[in-house]
């Protein structure tokens, strides 16, 4: 049973950073690449960051362009998310989600595996 768990979500000022982290089990997971969305109240989910099954590519959504940075640890099964100059605009459920390709990753349907998400709110 593949299962999907983030952390790391939590409430920061403006200008602040979190560092979100996801572990996946049950699947191989270097087979897989990592995709970071996040869904705000009342829009629609978009993705965040991409990173590719072998560590070669990233990804990432304009608005978080040289804020978020996203990693991976093949050896621990985990993909992270480093979010700095963190801005109320930022503040989301962020997922997780595991996917064969980061090709076409923004609207998430080539991801297969989800998490339950981690909340990110920022205050201003």
């Known amino acids: 049973q593949v299962q999907v768990v983030e952390s790391g979500g939590g409430l920061v000022q403006a200008g602040g950073s979190l560092r979100l982290s996801c572990t996946a089990s049950?699947?191989?997971?270097?087979?897989?690449?990592m995709g970071w969305f996040r869904q705000a109240p009342g829009k629609e989910r978009e993705g965040v960051s991409c990173i590719s099954w072998n560590d070669i590519s990233t990804y990432y959504v304009h608005s978080v362009k040289g804020r978020f940075t996203i990693s991976r640890d093949n050896a621990k099964n985990t993909v992270y998310l480093q979010m700095n100059s963190l801005k109320p605009e930022d503040t989301a459920m962020d997922y997780c989600a595991a996917g064969f390709t980061c090709t076409d990753w923004t609207a998430g349907a080539n991801f297969g595996y989800w998490g339950q998400g981690t909340q990110v709110t920022v205050s201003s």
């Open positions: 049950g699947l191989t997971f270097d087979d897989y690449a």
